[in-house]
């Protein structure tokens, strides 16, 4: 991974310093990484706090990976920033050298996600982290650009036909719930 992009972490600005939080300059934590894109995360800092912090600015399309939690025990959260952002010391970046990459190595690592709990993730009693120089080194599956696009609009594809029979589920859940209680209410009402 180390060949694919710059890596770096981020930093947080003293809560005590009003002057460097509620700026315009999005501070990403892992509790705002829930979607694939995150542009909005709850707080904001400001250039002051950033250049008070071991804080960073992260352009646009970077790859963020939760490095440091109790989360890492389940789950691996990745995102992708859509905007230039700041994020906190619990979470490892990587800025790719070729921003058309980024999609991909998000897709990637979610899909080594289980090989990177299991092998990349250093266990502790409360917070498990990345082991970062061996995560850094390790050997994933880099094709060429193009098959990357190609890969990734597959994945995108395949998801779409997930979300269908995801809303489909839900109706026809929704449509049973429906009939459940009409039946139920027909049988305490005629009793």
């Known amino acids: 991974l180390g060949d694919i992009g710059f890596f770096t972490g981020g930093g947080t600005s003293k809560k005590g310093k009003s002057e460097y939080w509620d700026g315009d300059i999005p501070w990403i934590s892992p509790k705002d990484m829930k979607d694939d894109y995150i542009s909005e995360p709850e707080l904001y800092v400001s250039e002051l706090g950033i250049e008070n912090s071991s804080a960073k600015l992260i352009p646009r399309d970077s ?7 109790g989360i890492l025990k389940r789950t691996l959260p990745v995102c992708i920033n859509s905007v230039d952002a700041s994020v ?3 979470i490892k970046v990587i800025i790719p050298y070729v921003k058309a990459q980024s999609r991909y190595i998000m897709l990637m690592l979610k899909g080594f996600e289980e090989y990177i709990l299991r092998q990349l993730v250093k266990q502790g009693m ?3 982290s990345l082991k970062y120089t061996e995560f850094e080194n390790e050997p994933f599956p880099i094709p060429p650009l193009e098959e990357q696009h190609r890969i990734v609009r597959r994945i995108e594809e395949l998801f779409a036909i997930c979300d269908r029979f995801k809303a489909q589920l839900q109706q026809r859940q929704a449509v049973n719930e429906r009939l459940v209680k009409g039946l139920v209410g027909e049988v305490l009402e005629g009793g």
């Open 63 to 69: 790859i963020l990976i939760v490095a440091r939690s």
């Open 88 to 90: 906190n010391q619990d």
């Open 126 to 128: 409360t917070v498990q």
